[in-house]
């Protein structure tokens, strides 16, 4: 039996589905019942860079650019989460 492949949309970007759910179940007996599940969120890995500065009043230079994040470094700050992942085990009886 082939895993189950199950994509939802996600919420912040309708477009296409950015989730991706890997799920095989295994029977040992007729009571011991295990499942092998990975979850990846984020796949695609896009970013949603954060506002525009719309604030007039600090001055004409900063006024509708993207600030950088607050390391220092000079990449802008990123809305969403970058790609995510988990997995995990289960055994029923």
């Known amino acids: 039996?082939?895993?189950?492949?199950?994509a939802r949309p996600d919420e912040k970007m309708m477009r296409f589905p950015s989730e991706l759910v890997l799920a095989k179940?295994?029977?040992a007996g007729e009571r011991v019942n295990m499942e092998l599940r990975m979850e990846f969120f984020n796949v695609l890995n896009r970013m949603q860079v954060c506002s525009p500065d719309a604030t007039v009043t600090d001055g004409a230079n900063?006024?509708?650019f993207v600030q950088p994040n607050g390391s220092g470094g000079s990449s802008p700050c990123q809305a969403n989460t970058p790609r995510?992942?988990?997995?995990y085990f289960k055994i029923s009886f």
């Open 84 to 87: 995510q992942g988990q997995a």
């Open 62 to 64: 900063n006024f509708g």
């Open 25 to 27: 179940h295994f029977y």
């Open 1 to 6: 039996m082939l895993p189950r492949l199950v």
